[in-house]
């Protein structure tokens, strides 16, 4: 079994804020309560400040934590993806959607709700963008154009014409 | 439900190519998403069990998890 190695990116380096913030488990480990009722199972908790990809590869291996980068199936490698106005947008969307369910449950992280904030934010800048150039993503997003730009084709169903 | 809203976006999650059809797995997958078990299933369990959810942490994750868990549908209509 190949083992997952993050490759040369912010997982790296960034091993995580969970050493600075005193975690007792390695990033690849959870927490679970010292007392806990009787008869109930636990999922091990995600700790405080986990080691993150960065967009492209978050999007890429299908989790924004390495620590979450569970083997059960042959690794595709990642990175295959094709740059693009689309798949960076893509990209942070999905960071951002990684990013606030570890944020429902980890409300206290500040790093990981600036990281958010940062995302969301580049997020905003790249629909502006994308929209111009190729079109509404909402329908709100078709408001102040001669005609109403929304029915336009393609859809996401559409093939690309190559 | 009156206080959930599907707001559509003209995109996908994950960029996907499909290079040939084929009916028979596509069947499989449908039923993944809207058979018994499946995540539409699934997606309202978590957004029914909300209400009675007393953490605010995990109203706001059933809610999530609840809307996340719909997302496959923009996948399986364009097979």
Redesign the interface.
Known sequence: MQVNKPQNNAAQKNNGMGAALGNACSDRQGTLPECAPLAVPYVPFQQKGPAKYNQMEG?ATGTLFPGLNLPFFKAVEPGK??NTA??E??AL??AI?EL??YL??H?NDSEALELFTKYVELEREGRKKYIAMY?????ADAAGQSTYT?VNNP???DKERK | MSDSMFRYEKKLQYPINIKNSNPQLASFIISQYGGPDGELSASLHYLSQRYSMPYPELKALLTDIGTEESVPVGYHLSI
Do not use: I, K
């Open positions: 999007l993806l094709t689309l798949t947008l893509m969307g999905f959607q606030g369910l429902d449950t409300q079109g509404p993503l909402s329908m929304w859809w996401p169903w």
